[in-house]
């Protein structure tokens, strides 16, 4: 199993640029994640999903945009790049009974930096 | 507030025990978490406690709540330098898909 991956693992942007982040996992978890990773901060939460077809908004939702078509991809797009957007993201997945309803599988990253 | 706190940096010799701390705010979390992180990873879940428990032990890692001064810490017997990363802690609150709060992270350095 790959578990969780993202691409890409590096991206450089420029103001008002639109790009999206590819996340894709292999074991068929109903749930996955989007979360934003900034210095001295920790995680917070952008946007997630509970099924294919399903999507809410997480903390910071604005300036970015989600779907979920299947249960194995959930791409997080970003419409006009901002520098406030530059940052580490992380996707997550876990499957519907995960104990303790914690997060398990992350994606190695995406460095993302908008000059 | 919803904040999570941790002190920024640890230091430690291999071998010593190593205590990371952690503070929070919410009364009515459910579950408190502890992952890592290895420089270019992604978080991985070290263990978890329920908030009705004041302890849990899993091999080198032991947990401690104190849910009166809301206060967990994470201790890590003869700690080795593959131990060297960050840790977060995190909360979750109850009600929700994911109302979960992390911590800034506590980066742990261990001196050989």
């Known amino acids: 199993n790959a578990g969780v991956t993202q691409t890409p693992k590096f991206q450089v942007l420029k103001t008002g640029q639109s790009m999206t982040l590819q996340c894709a996992q292999d074991m068929n978890h109903e749930y996955m994640s989007w979360y934003r990773q900034d210095p001295g901060m920790g995680l917070r939460l952008i946007h997630y999903?509970?099924?294919?077809?399903?999507?809410d908004q997480g903390e910071v939702p604005n300036g970015y945009n989600v779907s979920r078509s299947t249960t194995e991809d959930f791409p997080l797009r970003l419409l006009s790049a901002a520098p406030s957007q530059t940052s580490v993201y992380f996707c997550a997945s876990r499957p519907k009974g995960q104990p303790a309803n914690t997060e398990a599988f992350f994606g190695q990253g995406t460095r993302l930096t908008v000059v | 507030g919803e904040d999570v706190e941790q002190s920024l940096f640890l230091s430690v010799r291999e071998g010593d025990s190593s205590v990371i701390n952690c503070t929070y705010t919410d009364s009515s979390s459910t579950y408190l978490y502890w992952y890592k992180q290895e420089p270019g990873a992604g978080l991985q879940l070290l263990t978890y406690i329920f908030s009705n428990m004041d302890m849990k032990q899993d091999q080198r890692l032991t947990v401690l709540l104190n849910k009166k001064d809301k206060h967990l810490s994470l201790r890590i017997a003869d700690t080795q330098t593959g131990d060297s990363a960050i840790y977060f802690c995190?909360?979750?609150?109850?009600?929700?898909?994911?109302?979960?709060?992390f911590g800034t992270g506590t980066k742990l350095q261990v001196i050989p």
């Open positions: 995190a909360e979750k609150k109850a009600g929700g898909y994911q109302k979960v709060t």
């Open positions: 999903s509970v099924g294919a077809g399903i999507t």
